[in-house]
């Protein structure tokens, strides 16, 4: 089975450049998760969603940030304009909520350098 | 108060010892429990879910205390491949709270 998509998996950008992250959970999970992780503050919970409406995006730092699930195979996050504080690396993660435990699984990453 | 604690370390052990992490939580209605392995510029990669009767997967064992709200993972006869960090995760309704990890070195 092909596990959760990311991409890119590296991003270069420059301050004020919008950027698009984008990711294929794994077919058949209802929920998707976006994180950021940076060795200052580790793992962050940014938005996720449930059968592709989001529940909770608390985490997302600004009204520069925006994720989007059109479908149940597709989400984006993205950030306009970009800043050097977005630097990081963006994992998307998916789980099914039917049975238990929720398992949760992980994309490779975005890695994202703000200039 | 976060939601799960762990001790960051770092842990450096010798090949072929017997490590022991753990893990609090704060939410007593927390339902699933898993340990994750991370390994340098990677993601998280599940490594067990925790049961409340406790699990073990080969040289890995987990444990669950729901009275004293913590995990722990027990790791026998060290590799040098279980270098990595170590996150603690609790589930409760559909959101996963992932403790900041703890790292291990096993030294050759």
């Known amino acids: 089975d092909a596990g959760v998509i990311q991409s890119p998996r590296h991003e270069v950008t420059e301050m004020g450049q919008e950027v698009t992250l984008r990711c294929k959970p794994i077919?058949?999970?209802?929920?998707l998760f976006w994180y950021r992780q940076t060795m200052m503050r580790g793992l962050e919970l940014l938005i996720y969603?449930?059968?592709?409406?989001?529940?909770?995006d608390s985490g997302m730092p600004e009204d520069r940030f925006s994720a989007k699930m059109p479908n149940a195979s597709f989400s984006t996050l993205k950030i306009q304009p970009s800043e050097p504080r977005d630097s990081a690396v963006y994992f998307c993660?998916?789980?099914?909520?039917?049975?238990?435990?929720?398992?949760?699984?992980f994309g490779p990453g975005t890695r994202l350098t703000v200039t | 108060r976060k939601e799960v604690e762990q001790d960051p370390g770092p842990f450096n052990v010798p090949e072929g010892a017997t490590v022991a992490f753990n893990c609090t939580y704060s939410?007593?209605?927390?339902?699933?429990f898993f340990w994750y392995r991370q390994d340098c510029r990677k993601e998280p990669k599940l490594l067990m879910s925790?049961?409340?009767s406790g699990n073990e997967d080969g040289r890995f064992t987990a444990q669950l205390n729901r009275a004293s709200q913590y995990i722990s993972l027990l790791i026998r006869d060290s590799k040098l491949s279980d270098s990595a960090t170590y996150l603690c995760?609790?589930?409760?309704?559909?959101?996963?709270?992932f403790g900041t990890g703890t790292s291990l070195t096993v030294i050759p």
């Open positions: 969603f449930n059968n592709n409406v989001p529940i909770d």
């Open positions: 925790v049961y409340s």
């Open positions: 993660a998916s789980t099914r909520t039917s049975g238990k435990p929720y398992e949760q699984y």
């Open positions: 939410n007593s209605a927390s339902q699933s």
């Open positions: 995760v609790v589930n409760f309704g559909n959101q996963f709270y």
């Open positions: 077919s058949g999970h209802n929920s």
